[in-house]
C-alpha cells in the first residue's frame, strides 16, 4: 500500500513517501480501514521535529506520552474511510460502514496512561490502509465529502473535550486563542453552539471569518488583551497557543474562572505566579485524552449539521512536504486535507 513514514525526528527529508508498506492483518477486535482522507495536525509536525522531548539531551526521543517514540512510523491522527475487513469478535457487518476514526485510544476502564495516539504510538492515517479497534471506529451518516469529513476528528475533539471539561455554559464569556487554526476555529463554532459569548484571538485578516463562525468579538493576535479587556473579563479561557503572553491570560480570567489547553505553539514553558492560581480560585486544565462520550457527541453534531468542515486546501498523500510546508506558515483557517488514492 501507499503510505508516508517517518523515519527519525528531524526535518522533510524524514518523511518517505512509499508504494511497497504492507496492508496491515487486523487483529481481535480490529477493523481494517481503507483510508480515503486525512489531515495535517500540530502533533505530525511536532513528533517529526522532537518537540516533545522535554530535555532532547538525555531523552531526544519521547512521543507526547513521555514513552520513546518508535521508528518507522506512519503518522496522520485524521481519518475518514471504510471498514474493509474485521477481526475476530467484530461483526462482519461492519464492514462497508463509513467511520471517523477517533484518535485517541483508551482501552475500557483503564488509566490515562494507557491510551495511545492512532499515528503516534501506532499507525495513523497517512496511509491507504490503517487498523482501528472497532470501539474507535465511529459510522458517520453524512453528505459531506471524504475531504470535509476527514477535517473534524482531530481538531473539534480536542476543542470539544476542552470545553466539556471546563463545563462551558449558555451565556459565559470565553475567551480562544489561536481561533483560525484547525482546534481554535473548532472551538469558536462549538462554543458558540453552546450559548457562550467568544471572543476570538487571530490574525485581523481571518476576523471576518471568524464573525462566521460565530465569534462575537475578534481581536488581533498581537494585541494588548489586558489592556483591551481588563483584569477579570472572561469566565473561560480556551488556549492552544501559550508562550510569553500566557500570564496575561490569567489576569483576565474571572475569580473562579476556568483555563483549559491542549497545545502550545507559541512555547511550552511559561511563568506562572501562584498568587494568580489561588487567590482567583482558579482551574488550570490541561486536555489530551477524549472523555468518555466526547467523540459520540462529535459525530451526532457533525450528523446534525452543528458543525461546519473548514478545509483550507488539499493535497495528495505523495504531496505530504507540501503540505505540511503550508500548514507551518499559519496563514489559513482551519484544516489541510491529504487525500489518499488507491494504487493502479
Not at 531523552?59 to 475476530?88: K, M, N, T, Y
Not at 481538531?155 to 451565556?171: D, F, K, P, T
Amino acid at each position: 500500500m501507499r503510505a508516508v513514514v517517518l523515519l527519525g525526528h528531524g526535518g522533510f527529508d524524514q518523511l518517505s513517501v512509499r508504494d511497497d508498506v504492507p496492508v496491515p492483518t487486523p487483529g481481535a477486535d480490529d477493523v481494517l480501514v481503507n483510508v480515503r482522507a486525512s489531515a495535517v495536525n500540530n502533533t505530525d509536525i511536532n513528533t517529526r521535529l522532537g518537540w516533545y522531548a522535554k530535555d532532547a539531551a538525555t531523552a531526544p526521543d519521547l512521543g507526547w506520552s513521555g514513552e520513546p517514540f518508535h521508528f518507522p512510523r506512519i503518522q496522520g491522527a485524521d481519518a475518514c474511510g471504510l471498514i474493509v475487513a474485521v477481526g475476530e469478535g467484530v461483526d462482519a457487518s461492519r464492514i462497508g460502514q463509513r467511520v471517523l476514526v477517533e484518535p485517541v485510544f483508551r482501552p475500557p476502564g483503564r488509566p490515562l496512561a494507557d491510551a495511545r495516539y492512532f499515528g503516534s504510538e501506532v499507525d495513523g492515517g497517512f496511509a491507504e490502509y490503517a487498523l482501528v479497534p472497532s470501539r474507535h471506529a465511529f459510522t458517520v451518516t453524512s453528505d459531506l465529502s471524504d475531504e470535509k469529513l476527514a477535517s473534524f476528528p482531530c481538531s473539534y475533539s480536542a476543542s470539544e473535550n476542552m470545553l466539556a471539561r471546563v463545563g462551558l455554559q449558555a451565556a459565559e464569556q470565553v475567551l480562544i486563542t489561536g481561533a483560525s487554526g484547525g482546534v481554535g476555529s473548532a472551538a469558536v463554532q462549538l462554543a458558540a453552539a453552546r450559548g457562550a459569548f467568544v471572543t476570538g484571538v487571530a490574525a485581523t485578516n481571518k476576523h471576518e471569518e471568524l464573525g462566521r463562525l460565530g465569534a462575537h468579538n475578534t481581536v488581533d493576535r498581537n494585541a494588548d488583551l489586558l489592556a483591551q479587556f481588563g483584569p477579570n473579563s472572561f469566565d473561560v479561557i480556551v488556549d492552544v497557543v501559550g508562550g510569553p503572553h500566557w500570564p496575561r491570560l490569567l489576569e483576565l480570567l474571572r475569580p473562579g474562572g476556568r483555563y483549559a489547553t491542549c497545545g502550545a505553539i507559541a512555547g511550552p514553558v511559561v511563568p506562572l505566579d501562584l498568587r494568580t492560581l489561588y487567590l482567583k480560585d482558579l482551574r488550570l486544565v490541561g486536555c489530551t485524552v477524549l472523555d468518555e462520550g466526547v467523540f459520540a457527541g462529535l459525530i451526532t453534531r457533525i450528523e446534525h449539521g452543528q458543525v461546519k468542515p473548514l478545509v483550507a486546501a488539499t493535497f495528495a498523500l505523495s504531496d505530504i512536504v507540501a503540505a505540511q510546508g503550508l500548514f507551518l506558515t499559519k496563514q489559513h483557517i482551519g484544516k489541510i486535507v491529504l487525500t489518499i488514492d488507491a494504487l493502479p
